[in-house]
């Protein structure tokens, strides 16, 4: 409840967080802190009685710690060479005071200050706010631009673009916040390639708006991955796994590489374990959930899903990987022209013309 | 009305003598464009599913897996040529003679706890002399490169699954042996019997014209002229079935490596698989047909000597059930007696190499499975007593 009524008040404020506000807030500051310095040296200088001057002191106080970390801070931006200085220590207030309006805490923007290699203030405030707007927290922000400080260098425009895109997708506050921990570059990579992945969904696989939602959120990577793979990894699990949209979303099929699905599918196919539906969607065999073949662990998956040992499982791996890189030859080829090379595989068998059964 | 007459037609020529005929012996004029839409191979699986799932049980899921992954090959070597060289080259590669390793084992561990009379007989004795095969270890999946051209103008070595040795070990031959192949090609068996240079006379024979060809490819590619001159290697194209009539008592050894369902092959092998529709017929009496062979071969075989029938399917109807139908027959109708040798001792020396199945009631079966993925092999030794 507290909360809310907080994050109300958040709102409220960032309503109120115009570019003009912020001029207006800047120039107030100034005014402000020429104050602040005028008034302490009076204070210190002449000692007052009584609660004015506990009263100014403590306020002073507090601003003295405020004014105190700004140039501190101010004096570090100074440091960094080619920085317009005066602007600089400006915008350095107005940004302060900005994040805390937007509900940042002290700790937190002195982690955002603190991020190398140094944006310009105004870039900072920019990304923060638009990541605000979209509905993130303060903290994931902080955690966001800290892991990933290249977003701090994104042209403002873009990043806008970005957002209204985003939104439009359907991906914004928690779901924006655990594509942004593990898939930062959902802000830097090119619209191209982001529409690629989205067309690849929506077209080729057919996934509905939401589900596209949905894959994002849950599978943030398919975003890394080439874009035909992306399809032919759908394929795989439709025509020959027989896994339908609503599975393939559910059970985040998309995030496990195709090298595992398919070390794991086809070895309990061929085990006998797993069977592609029929058309009627029926199998002989009881098809183990799609968690229990990929979610588990590796030793899980092989105790009780597989039912089989480990040492089997290496080899098949092995035999599958060549396989792969073979294609449809043989790694030896078996038989027919193969007399003069002296393969024979296995007696009484692989002939181009087996026999009529009589010897 | 002209369509209606016409199909009329159709269905009673259908019936009419035609019938005699197997089905693929009549010429086939059209050839179908796209593959079939249940594909032989499909059935095949299907069939081994209901049949094995049942038979082995736990067992099978590792069974089909290995069916269905790449075999594994060994290189038994050609004494004809240069072995010394290419057994330094084997070894270099990793590979170890499993056949060497198997004597070295029995040799180390010999039986304890049995009293002279029955320990069993020393290995030389109970198995094939001078055969050399090199294998990868379990569990490795490397393969060997492609046989070359040695010096003396024979190949080096031949590729075949390890497995379709243990029947010519299995069948202890000794020198100056006369010895009957009756299903022989494509030719590994028959190529080892001469590697053991125990063969007197080698009677090599397969009823396919086209096979036997294969047969004399691989004698031609391997073995020197004078080794297989006529005078000692005889290769025929006869049916097999008529060997008890035609050279009746006349063997030390026989070896009938029957024609059968061959499992691994047919998961794989589209063209001309036994388990196509047009040829179930065919199929169901296959075990009929590996009996008659099998009598023909014992027939063949001297009293006193020795036969070993070979299969490559893991099936109990064409494996132990062909061996005691047998047994039976030549009983009842020839009255002649044959004892099966038991080869206990013998598996255990493989043990090594080869997964066998713990359970046959006759005979010895080596299952493939991923860490050795050889076989299906069946075999079982036989002595003819009268």
Redesign the interface.
Known sequence: MAALGRQVIDWHRLMRLTWATIARQTSHLREQRMTVVSLLRPLTTASRGGSLKELSCVTSRKYMQEAECRTDLSQCLLEKPGTPVDRGALGLEAITTSLLDMGFSDAHIRELLSIQPRPTPQQLLDITSELILLGLNPEPVCVVLKKSPQLLKLPVKQMKKRSTYLRKLGLGEGKLKSVLYCCPEIFTMRQRDINDIVRVLREKCLFTVQQVTEILHRCPYVLREDPGELEYKFQYAYFRMGIKHLDVVKTEFLKYSITKIKQRHIYLERLGRYQTPDKKGQTQVLNPSLKDIFRVSEAEFLAKTACSSVEEFEVFKKLLAREEEEGPEGCTSDSEEGTSSGEDAGDGDSEEEFTDGRN | MAALVLRGVRELLRRADFATA?R??RHKKKWATTEPKFPATRLALQNF?MTY?VQFGDL???I??SL????K?GALVNNFGTWDHVIAELERLSARDFVNEAFSHWKLEPEKGQPVASAPAPVSWACSPNLQCFTFAK?D?S??P??RLGSLGV?D?????A??LLPVLALGLQPGDTVLD??A?????TLALLQTGCCRNLAA????T??TG?LQ??LH??VPEDIRDESRVRVTSC???KWGELEGDTYDRVLV????T?D??SL??E????FQRSRKK?RQ??PL?QVQ?LAAGLLATKPGGYAVYS??SLSHLQNEYVVQGTIELLANQYSIEVQVEDLTHFRKLFMDTFFFFPSCQVGELVIP???ANFGP?YFCKLRRLT
Not at chain 2, 68 to 71: I, K, M, P, T, V
Not at chain 2, 185 to 189: H, L
């Open positions: 197997p693929r012996h599913d799932g099978w899921p590792s089909r897996v269905l992954s790449e075999q090959y569990g999946i393969c060997f492609r046989a190949l070595y031949y590729l075949m699954d497995a379709s009756l299903c090609a494509p030719g590994g068996k024979n397969d009823l396919s086209s096979r294969r490819k691989v590619s391997y049916d097999g079935r490596d029957v024609p059968c061959t691994r092959h794989h092998e063209e001309n698989n036994i065919e009496i296959l047909l062979l299969t490559c499975n991923l860490m092999m």
